[in-house]
């Protein structure tokens, strides 16, 4: 679905991606893992299509969904046409406006009249959202945000979400559901990719998984053999 070959990517003459390899198949969850530094928020927007200064240059390499070449695609036609969509590190909500018109807003550039329909999905998602759709963003709580954050991702009809450390600035319950509500996302149809410096819970729900470091990927495999793998578990959870 998805095929990342020898990518690199630089900002300016700092190059960040060192040729990075990677795939990923329809109905996956897959997980990018790394310290901060990594190249993993890179990668992310090198697949959305973000130009400069937002996202790295791509210097080499190629992109494929479908077994095409997106390199040449502007990132609204990403979302629009190819289904992809990003939830960024940090949210970036739109504070100023409620709940349902950051969810109202995301459905810009569907052509079908079903918005209303998956608005209602997203709240038996997340019903928290539905008892704030008319209280301004930015007065939620950062939990809340990033259930508002996905829950607009959602609303463009992706059949690939791409999250950026979901579980940045959460209290631990508030994590753990969100992974929860991912695998049941996921379960669902859709597939995911993550990028989360929370190692262990990555890999624990994750199907397969990529260590980067600094702008090369050093390890990958299935998740649960790389969360047993001695070196990956010193480096990364700790242990």
């Known amino acids: 679905m998805l095929r990342v070959t020898n990518l690199k990517a630089a ?12 795939h990923v198949e329809k109905g996956e969850i897959v997980t990018l893992i790394g310290a ?38 502007s990132a609204h036609k990403v979302v629009s046409d190819l289904k992809m969509t990003l939830v960024p590190e940090g949210r970036h909500i739109f504070g100023n406006l409620t709940v349902m018109e950051n969810l109202q807003l995301a459905a810009w550039s569907r052509k079908d009249k079903g918005a209303a329909k998956d608005i209602d999905r997203i709240f038996d998602i997340f019903p928290r959202l539905a008892e704030r759709a008319k209280q301004h963003s930015d007065t939620l709580s950062g939990g809340e945000q990033q259930m ?12 690939v979400l ?77 242990a």
């Open 11 to 22: 900002y300016g003459k700092i190059e960040a991606l060192h040729g990075i390899s990677f």
């Open 36 to 73: 901060n530094g990594a190249g993993k928020s890179t990668t992310l927007k090198a697949l959305m299509r973000l130009p400069p200064p937002e996202s790295a240059t791509v210097t080499a390499g190629d992109i494929e969904f479908g077994g095409a070449s997106i390199l040449g695609v």
């Open 148 to 159: 508002l954050a996905v829950g607009r991702a959602l609303m463009t009809k992706c059949s």
């Open 162 to 238: 791409l999250l950026d450390e979901p579980s940045m600035g959460l209290a631990p319950l508030i994590m753990y559901d969100m992974f929860r509500t991912l695998k049941k996302l996921n379960a669902d149809g859709l597939t995911i990719v993550v990028v989360e410096q929370n190692a262990r819970l990555a890999l624990q729900v994750a199907d397969r998984a990529y260590v980067l470091d600094t702008g090369e990927i050093i390890a990958e495999g299935p998740a649960g053999d790389l969360l047993q793998k001695p070196e990956i578990r010193a480096a990364y959870l700790g």
